[in-house]
C-alpha cells in the first residue's frame, strides 16, 4: 500500500471504532502513535540502538537498551511536543475557567427566579410561558454553555408548569430543547474556543462574528413561538390568573432587578470586556467565574459541596477536551505526513465545486457527522480536514466557523441521535414521549436552516460587528 492508501485506512478504522463505541480521545492517540510508528519507522536508526546491546551486556540492561531501540522513533517526540502545545495553549487555559462559571452558575439556584420573573413579564405576550422558557434557555445557556445541563434544569422547572398549563407537549418539549443548545453559539461559548483554537482565527472577532448570527437564531425561535401561538392557540393556551398572578409594576422591577440584572450583568461584563478589548478571552474567564461565585454567595447557594462538585466536573470535562486536542494533533500530524490531506484535498478540488456548492457540500457532512459525534469531536477531528481547503474557495475561515457554529445546533436535535431530546426524556413525565420531542424539535430545525441561509445571502451579519470593533 502507498502512504496516502495507508492514511485513508487510518482514516477508515478511526471512523470504525467510533461507532464500535471506543472512547475518541484515547483512540485518536492509539491510532496516531500506530500509524505513526510505521509513518516515521527509521531501520537504521533502530538498529543502532540495538547494537549497542553486546555481548557483555546484563539482562536488565539489554532489556533497556533494546526499549531505547524500539522506542527510537519520531511519533514519541511529536506525541509529548503535541502534549505541550495544547497545555501552553493561552486560547485554551479560557475553557476551564468559562466552565467553571457554568458549573457555578448552574447550582447558584438562579434559574427558577429568572423563569419565574419572565413567565410574569411577558404574561400577555401569545405562548407567553413558551416566550419566557425560551428566553430563560438561551441566558442560561449563554452563562454555562453545557447544554446537557441547560435541558435537564429546564424540564425540570419549565416543561411541569408548561404541562400543566395545557400547553402541547411537542410544542413545549420543542422549545426546550432548542433553547438549551444556543449556548455553544452565542458567546461567551466554549465551542467557539475550540474553534478558535483549532483554526488559528481570533477567539475575539469570532465572539463578535457570532453575536449577531446567535441573536438572529433566537429572533427566529421566538416568531416561530408567538407565530403559532396566534395561529394556533391550543398549543399555547393564554396562562389564568391563578396560573400566572398579575404583579404590581414595582414589584415585579423589583423582581427583575434580583433575577434577571445580575446574571445578564455578569454575561455583558464578561462578553463586553473581551468585544472592547478591556480584557482577554482568559482574563474575562477569570473575571466570570468569580462573578459566578459572588452571585452563588447573594443568592445563598454557595456550599461547599456544590464547590466540590463544580470543581471536579470542570477538571473532568477540561480534560476530556484537552486530550481531544492532543490526540487529534498527533492524529492529524500522522494523516498529513502520509499523504491523506493532500489526497482529500486534490479529490475536492477535482469537483470543481463553486464555492456555495463546497460550502453546501461540507456543512452536510458536518450535519452527518453530527448524529453520531459531539460538537467536540467534530471541530477538533474533522472541521481541520476542510481548514487547508477554504483558500482554495476563497472562504473566510470565520464565516466558516459561525456556519459551522449554527450547524452544530442541529447535532443536538437531529434524530435519531438528538441528544437534547435524549437529556430531556430522562427527565421528563413518562406521557411525554420520545417521538413527541422529536416533531417539536423539527419546526426549531428549520429555523435553523433559515438563519443559515440568510448567512450566507447576507455575510454582514457575520462580519459588521468585527469589522465594527477592529476594522
Not at 158 to 175: E, T, V
Not at 300 to 317: F, G
Request: proline share 6%; net charge negative; with cysteine.
Amino acid at each position: 500500500m502507498t502512504d496516502p492508501q495507508v492514511a485513508l485506512l487510518m482514516l477508515g478504522l478511526f471512523i470504525v471504532f467510533v461507532f464500535l463505541g471506543f472512547p475518541i480521545a484515547f483512540t485518536l492517540m492509539a491510532m496516531g502513535i500506530g500509524f505513526g510508528y510505521y509513518a516515521y519507522y527509521d531501520e537504521g536508526r533502530m538498529w543502532r540502538a540495538f547494537n549497542r546491546l553486546g555481548e557483555d551486556a546484563g539482562g536488565l540492561e539489554s532489556l533497556t537498551l533494546w526499549l531505547q531501540g524500539f522506542f527510537n522513533n519520531r511519533i514519541f517526540d511529536l506525541f509529548i511536543n503535541q502534549t505541550y502545545t495544547v497545555m501552553s495553549n493561552e486560547v485554551l487555559t479560557a475553557v476551564p475557567l468559562f466552565l467553571f462559571m457554568g458549573y457555578i452558575v448552574e447550582r447558584a439556584n438562579i434559574v427558577d427566579k429568572l423563569f419565574t420573573t419572565l413567565n410574569v413579564a411577558s404574561k400577555n405576550i401569545p405562548g407567553s410561558m413558551g416566550v419566557a422558557a425560551l428566553l430563560t434557555c438561551a441566558l442560561f445557556a449563554t452563562a454555562t454553555g453545557i447544554v446537557g445541563a441547560v435541558v435537564t434544569l429546564m424540564g425540570l422547572l419549565a416543561l411541569p408548569q408548561m404541562l400543566k398549563a395545557r400547553y402541547n407537549p411537542s410544542f413545549a418539549s420543542g422549545i426546550i430543547c432548542a433553547g438549551g443548545t444556543l449556548g455553544i453559539l452565542i458567546p461567551p461559548s466554549i465551542m467557539l474556543i475550540v474553534y478558535a483554537a483549532a483554526s488559528g482565527v481570533s477567539i475575539v472577532r469570532l465572539y463578535a462574528a457570532a453575536l449577531l448570527p446567535g441573536l438572529t437564531l433566537v429572533g427566529l425561535y421566538l416568531v416561530y413561538v408567538i407565530g403559532r401561538s396566534i395561529l394556533q392557540p391550543s398549543v399555547a393556551p393564554k396562562p389564568s390568573d391563578d396560573e400566572v398572578p398579575d404583579v404590581p409594576f414595582m414589584k415585579l422591577f423589583w423582581m427583575v432587578v434580583t433575577s434577571f440584572l445580575p446574571l445578564a450583568f455578569l454575561i455583558l461584563a464578561v462578553l463586553g470586556s473581551i468585544l472592547f478589548g478591556l480584557a482577554t478571552p482568559t482574563e474575562a474567564a477569570s473575571i466570570g467565574a468569580l462573578g459566578g461565585i459572588f452571585l452563588a454567595f447573594i443568592y445563598r447557594a454557595m456550599t461547599w459541596q456544590r464547590m466540590r462538585e463544580s470543581v471536579y466536573l470542570t477538571v473532568r470535562t477540561t480534560a476530556m477536551v484537552c486530550w481531544l486536542f492532543v490526540g487529534s494533533y498527533t492524529f492529524s500530524s500522522v494523516f498529513s505526513y502520509l499523504g491523506g490531506e493532500h489526497v482529500i484535498s486534490e479529490f475536492v478540488q477535482g469537483l470543481s465545486l463553486e464555492p456555495w456548492q463546497f460550502l453546501i457540500l461540507a456543512q452536510l457532512i458536518i450535519f452527518l457527522l453530527g448524529w453520531p459525534l459531539e460538537w467536540s469531536e467534530i471541530i477538533i477531528i474533522f472541521v481541520p480536514i476542510f481548514l487547508p481547503l477554504l483558500q482554495f474557495f476563497e472562504i473566510d475561515p470565520l464565516f466558516f466557523g459561525v456556519l459551522v457554529a449554527l450547524n452544530l445546533q442541529t447535532s443536538f436535535l437531529t434524530p435519531p441521535m438528538a441528544m437534547s431530546a435524549y437529556y430531556l426524556k430522562g427527565i421528563a413525565p413518562p406521557q411525554v414521549q420520545l417521538t413527541m420531542i422529536f416533531k417539536g424539535v423539527m419546526p426549531f430545525l428549520l429555523c435553523v436552516i433559515i438563519s443559515m441561509v440568510l448567512m450566507y445571502l447576507y455575510p454582514q451579519i457575520v462580519f459588521h460587528l468585527p469589522d465594527l470593533f477592529y476594522g
